[in-house]
């Protein structure tokens, strides 16, 4: 079965910090430009940050800049999404999405998720920031 699965969330305190994971199965993360996107009640899903397949080039969104890193492993076909400084803002549901490497750049990918027709989807996990 070809799938992305995310794990990593869980409720955290502000100003703590979560790592999340996005594994893929059934398929290679090599020829894929990977992103993260959340979606929080009454939003719209938003680009949090993107990598190219290589892990060559990188982007993030405005309100994680600093904060968030993005990387991966091409080893263990898994993409990590490092999230420091929570606030209570970044709760969301996170995603992860796979698209075919050369398909577009990861800053247009990050600015403009309902554009772009996605390869695969993750099931979501939940980040919840709360005292």
């Known amino acids: 079965q070809l799938q992305l699965v995310e794990s990593g969330g869980g409720l955290v305190q502000p100003g703590g910090s979560l790592r999340l994971s996005c594994a893929a199965s059934?398929?290679?993360?090599?020829?894929?430009?990977i992103g993260w996107f959340r979606q929080a009640p009454g939003k719209e899903r938003e680009g949090v940050s993107c990598i190219s397949s290589s892990g060559g080039s990188t982007n993030y969104g405005d309100s994680v800049k600093g904060r968030f890193a993005i990387s991966r492993d091409n080893a263990k076909n898994t993409v990590y999404l490092q999230m420091n400084s929570l606030k209570p803002e970044d709760t969301a549901v996170y995603y992860c999405?796979?698209?075919?490497?050369?398909?577009?750049?990861?800053?247009?990918?990050?600015?403009?998720?309902?554009?772009?027709?996605?390869?695969?989807w993750g099931q979501g996990t939940q980040v919840t920031v709360s005292s």
């Open positions: 059934g398929f290679t993360l090599d020829y894929y430009d």
């Open positions: 999405a796979a698209l075919r490497r050369g398909s577009t750049t990861v800053q247009f990918m990050c600015a403009a998720p309902r554009l772009i027709e996605y390869d695969y």
